[in-house]
C-alpha cells in the first residue's frame, strides 16, 4: 500500500515591521574591491580589507539613527563584478550609493577625494552629491588629511559611451568609473550588445546618485589606515557628513519591539495569543491595536480601556512583557492571511504625551480545518544550507516556504517521476510530481541549469540568455525569472548572487 503522508499544520510566521511617518535614507554602501581583486597593497596591507572594515564601521555608526537603512555590496572578502555591486543599489532604489576605496600612486600621493557623476540634468546627479562630498572631504581634512576636492571624470572618445543624445546631436558623455557609470544607467547585460543612445536616458530619474570616495593614499597616508581605530575615525567622518546632509536624528530610546506567538499549529477556531514585547525600558507606555486584520479580538491584558484594546503601564528594566492580546482564528478558507497592527508609543510624565510611536505587524497565516497534506522533500546543496527555495508547482503558481512541497488535498498519494516520494526524495527543476493522478512540474526558483543547486551556474546561464548565446527552454525561463518581470534580465542574475553569498534568502526575491 502506498504510502500516505497527513501533517496538519498551520505555519505561522511573524514579521517585525516598524514604520514611521518620515521617508527612510536608503544607503548602499559598496566596500571596494574584494576576494581575488585586492586593490592597492602596501607593506602587507591591502586596500580590499580597509575598505570593509571602513563600510562595517560605517554602517555600525548609522545604525544609531533613525530613518535611515543601510546595504552593503559586500560584508566579507568576497569579489563582485563592479556592475553587480552597481546593481545591488540600482535594484533596491538607493537614494543613495557610496563606493568606499583607499587611493595608489606608484609614487607617493597624499589626501582625500571623492568623484561624482560629472551629468547635470538632474540635481541629485551632480550637485547633491557634490554637496554631499564636500562635507565628507572637510571632515577627513579635519583629521589631517589633505583636501584634494570633488571631482568628475567622463569618457571621451570619437565613439564613446554616453547615456543620451542632446536635440543639437551632442552628447551627455558618460561617468568613467565603472561604479558611477553602471548605478546612472545600468549595465550593458541589461541592454545586450550596446548601440549608442539606446539604452537608459538617465534624464528620467532612474540613474542612483553615487560618490566614490578615496579616503587617502594607502602608501603616502599609512598613519591614516594603520589600527582599527584610525578606520573607525575615517568611517565616522563620512558617517558625521551623512547625518549632517541629510538631518538624520539620533534614536532616542530602544525600539526593540517584538511580537511573538503562543503556537504555530493554528486552525479555525483556535486561540492566537499575542505578546508584545520590548528588550529595554521604556517607563510610561501604552500599546493599542490599530488594525485587527479581521480577527476576531477576544481578551488583552493590562489596564484595559475602550474595547478592550488599550493597555497602559510602567516598564522599568529588563525584558518587558508589555502587553497580551487573544485573538480566534476564524472559520475560513484555507491559507488566508491576518495582518494585524499594534502601536507602542513610549509616554512622556507627567503630561502622557507621546515621545515616539511605532506600529508592529504580525503576519499570521491560518488554515481552516479542512488540513492540506505537506511533505517534506529534501534539495542537497550544502553552499546554501540555510537558504529558503522557493517552489512553483506548474498550473497552480503555489510558491512555498523552504523545502516544503504542498498537494493540492489532504489524504493525498505524491509520486515522483512515477515512483513515491520519501523523505529524502531529491528534486530538480523540471521533475514531473504526480498528485492524486495530475502531473505538475516542479520548478526550483534560480536553478537554470536543472541541477537542484542555486549556484554561480544559474547567472551564467542567465547571462547566456541575455546575450542570444543558448535557447533556454520554458522551465529554465520561469526559473530563472525570479523578479516575475516576463523577462530575464541581470536584475535576475544579480538576486541569485546576493542569495550565492548569503546576503538574503531566496524568499526575498520573490517579494
Partial sequence: ????????????????????????????????????????????????????????????????????????????????????????????????????????????????????????????????????????????????????????????????????????????????????????????????????????????????????????????????????????????????????????????????????????????????????NSSTALGAYEVSIVDDGGLNFVTSSGQEGSGGQLITGSSTSGVNDLATFTFEAPDTTLDKTYNVKIKVSKMETPNNNPVYEKEATITINAKGREAKTQFVGEIKNEKLPNTGLGFLLGNKSDILDGSDLKATYSDSIIEKDGTEITENTQFVTGDIVDIDGTNYILIIYGDGNKDGKISILDTSTVISEIRGKKQLDDVQKIALDVTKEGKISVLDSTKIINVIRGKSEFLSLLN
Avoid at 571596494?32 to 586596500?47: F, K, L, R, T
Avoid at 600621493?109 to 568623484?115: S, Y
Avoid at 591614516?224 to 557628513?241: M, Q, T, V
Avoid at 511580537?259 to 505578546?275: F, H, M, R
Fill in 1 to 276: 500500500m502506498k504510502r500516505k503522508i497527513f501533517i496538519s499544520t498551520l505555519i505561522c510566521l511573524i514579521v517585525l515591521v516598524m514604520s514611521t511617518n518620515v521617508h527612510a535614507l536608503k544607503l548602499v554602501l559598496d566596500a571596494g574591491h574584494g576576494g581575488s581583486d585586492s586593490g592597492a597593497i602596501y607593506n602587507g596591507v591591502y586596500e580590499k580589507n580597509i575598505n570593509l572594515r571602513i563600510a562595517l564601521n560605517l554602517r555600525e555608526y548609522l545604525s544609531d539613527y533613525e530613518n535611515v537603512e543601510v546595504i552593503l555590496t559586500r560584508d566579507n572578502d568576497t569579489f563582485a563584478e563592479v556592475f553587480d555591486k552597481a546593481m545591488v543599489a540600482r535594484i533596491n532604489s538607493a537614494d543613495l550609493f557610496i563606493s568606499l576605496h583607499t587611493n595608489d600612486t606608484e609614487g607617493t600621493g597624499n589626501g582625500a577625494e571623492a568623484f561624482v557623476s560629472a551629468n547635470t540634468s538632474l540635481p541629485k546627479y551632480n550637485e547633491q552629491t557634490t554637496a554631499l562630498a564636500n562635507k565628507i572631504l572637510q571632515n577627513l581634512s579635519a583629521l589631517g588629511l589633505e583636501n584634494r576636492g570633488v571631482k568628475t571624470k567622463q569618457i571621451r572618445t570619437e565613439n564613446g559611451d554616453f547615456y543620451y543624445r542632446n536635440p543639437d546631436g551632442t552628447t551627455a558623455d558618460a561617468d568613467w568609473y565603472g561604479i558611477i557609470r553602471y548605478a546612472m544607467r545600468g549595465c550593458k547585460m541589461d541592454y545586450g550588445e550596446i548601440i549608442y543612445g539606446q539604452y537608459n536616458d538617465i534624464r528620467d530619474g532612474s540613474g542612483v546618485p553615487t560618490i566614490l570616495v578615496e579616503h587617502c593614499f594607502i602608501n603616502g597616508d599609512f598613519e591614516y589606515i594603520n589600527s582599527e581605530e584610525d578606520l573607525r575615525k575615517l568611517a565616522e567622518a563620512d558617517g558625521k557628513a551623512i547625518v549632517d546632509y541629510y538631518g538624520l536624528k539620533k534614536k532616542s530610546v530602544d525600539t526593540n519591539i517584538s511580537l511573538t506567538a503562543n503556537s504555530t499549529d493554528i486552525n479555525s477556531g483556535d486561540q492566537v495569543t499575542v505578546n508584545v
